[in-house]
């Protein structure tokens, strides 16, 4: 029977503490309190009877007691822990950082019993599936030395549910995602959890390869099978004989190609170039594509059999701006990894980590790690800061973007772009003052999105339980529409 996650509940008011524990507890969980942040570190470092704390749910507006801070504290020291923030309705800045600083999700007083309910059903989930991704980042390293997966974005968590259910199988894998998510290191990671991690893994990239010589690549050829075949020529096909043969970029593919691998999909079977001799391999197969294949189909320019042959098992890699939350933890590896490589110690600066964030990344995970080791080399003081990095991601570039004096939100690059902010301001309480903003930001992501409300909060990076509290308050609700 698995553990049950422990909670721990933080606020300086020990009646509310107490009154969000009793109803946690008469849910069945197993609950505990604290009255500041710095009693809150005490019991997650030392957890004594009680056990680990796995979910803390915590009070951003504890007098003397910096929130964000203790966020951070969580964040660097007990990565595992799953955060609820809770702070006072109308301060959506603070609730936008501390998702940023890694919060989970965020409640609004008063609490609503449900809501709270259903936001620590959510950390439990998390926490589970971060958990399980240790765990098999954990196997990875130890056996096979693949301590190159991270990420705790839960399309990453479903990631590594399907690379752990289908590496022991035989099955054709099919890896998708734009140039840079990180699909050759999916695809070793198949490898080597697989009964053939003993065996080669080859890798054979479509893209990198001129036209004439693809087939001569991955299948070989006889001496003289045509000009310049001096000699015999295994191929790749043949070298993962035993093991995996990784064909990246699979959309390349000539429709000549595409009809021999076809073959082999189906009979594992295959005759060189200029030979009559057929070769038996014994091979598993795993295709990465940057294209949408389903496109090309239509296009006429991927055979229809061919992808119904190699999308049996699908696994898809998501844009590091989709997984926008992994950036610091990806950062951090990256740079644990160059400062090993190269001998230098180097920490990320506050400022350089809001760059990282602020940046959109269109060259993906491959694009910040370039990012991080560029600055590792050219850095001179133990603290990287923005003048370090690139000069687009030092700039912060790739945060949302105005739009023109129309008003109306469009998309670019995957961002939502909404009316800029009123330059002047009179005095008047900052809840209030937020309040039009945030009005104005919510309508123009709902119109960017066509009133889309899944869409619209994952693009505002919130929970969809919020947007629709939001979209009430502000008596957003679209004519017609039933929340």
């Known amino acids: 029977m698995p553990e049950v996650t422990r909670i721990l509940i933080v606020d300086d008011d020990p009646i509310v503490a107490e009154s969000l524990a009793d109803f946690l507890r008469e849910q069945g969980q197993v609950v505990v309190t604290a009255n500041s942040s710095r009693e809150a570190m005490g019991l997650l470092d030392q957890p004594g009877e009680s056990g680990a704390v796995g979910i803390v749910v915590l009070d951003l507006d504890m007098p003397g007691s910096d929130g964000m801070a203790t966020l951070r504290d969580l964040r660097d020291k007990h990565p595992a822990v799953v955060p609820i923030a809770i702070t006072d309705f109308?301060?959506?800045?603070?609730?936008?950082?501390?998702?940023?600083?890694?919060?989970?999700?965020?409640?609004?007083?008063?609490?609503?019993?449900?809501?709270?309910?259903?936001?620590?059903?959510?950390?439990?989930?998390?926490?589970v599936l971060v958990a399980e991704n240790q765990t098999l980042r954990s196997t990875l390293s130890e056996r096979f030395g693949m301590a190159n997966l991270v990420g705790a974005d839960y399309r990453m968590q479903k990631v590594y549910d399907l690379i752990e259910a289908v590496a022991p199988t035989k099955t054709t894998v099919l890896i998708t995602g734009k140039s840079g998510t990180g699909k050759t290191m999916v695809a070793k990671a198949v490898h080597a959890m697989s009964p053939r991690s003993g065996g080669p893994f080859v890798n054979f990239s479509c893209g990198s390869i001129p036209?004439?010589?693809?087939?001569?690549?991955?299948?070989?050829?006889?001496?003289?099978?045509?000009?310049?075949?001096?000699?015999?020529?295994?191929?790749?096909?043949?070298?993962?004989?035993?093991?995996?043969?990784?064909?990246?970029?699979?959309?390349?593919?000539?429709?000549?190609?595409?009809?021999?691998?076809?073959?082999?999909?189906q009979e594992k079977a295959f005759e060189p170039i200029g030979s009559t001799q057929t070769k038996q391999v014994d091979v598993r197969f795993i295709l990465a594509t940057n294209q949408p294949l389903e496109e090309l189909v239509e296009a006429g320019s991927f055979r229809e059999d061919l992808y119904y042959r190699i999308n049996v098992v699908n696994l898809h890699m998501p844009t590091l701006h989709e997984r926008s939350g992994d950036i610091p933890l990806l950062a951090e590896h990256f740079l644990e990894r160059h400062c090993q490589e190269m001998g230098k110690e180097r920490k990320l600066s506050e400022s350089a980590m809001d760059a990282l964030r602020a940046y959109a990344w269109p060259g993906n995970v491959r694009e910040l790690e370039n990012a991080i080791e560029r600055a590792v080399v050219l850095s001179r003081a133990t603290l990287i800061e923005p003048t370090d990095l690139p000069e687009a991601v030092g700039q912060g570039g790739g945060g949302l973007r105005s739009v023109s004096s129309n008003g109306h939100a469009t998309r670019e690059s995957g961002h939502i772009q909404v009316p800029a902010l009123a330059s002047g301001w009179t005095p008047t309480p900052l809840a209030e003052a937020m309040e039009a903003p945030e009005r104005q930001i919510l309508l123009a992501a709902l119109e960017a999105n066509e009133w889309n409300r899944q869409e619209t909060a994952k693009q505002l990076d919130i929970n969809r339980t919020t947007l629709y509290k939001k979209i009430r308050h502000y008596r957003l609700d679209e004519p017609g529409f039933d929340c």
Request: with cysteine; glycine share 8%; hydrophobic share 40%.
């Open 90 to 127: 109308g301060k959506i800045e603070s609730a936008v950082e501390a998702i940023k600083l890694g919060a989970a999700d965020y409640l609004t007083k008063p609490i609503v019993d449900d809501e709270l309910h259903l936001a620590v059903n959510r950390a439990q989930t998390q926490h």
């Open 211 to 265: 036209e004439t010589l693809l087939e001569s690549e991955l299948f070989g050829h006889v001496k003289g099978a045509f000009t310049g075949a001096d000699t015999d020529k295994p191929g790749k096909c043949l070298a993962a004989d035993g093991g995996t043969l990784f064909i990246d970029e699979i959309n390349s593919a000539t429709p000549a190609l595409q009809l021999r691998l076809l073959r082999v999909l």
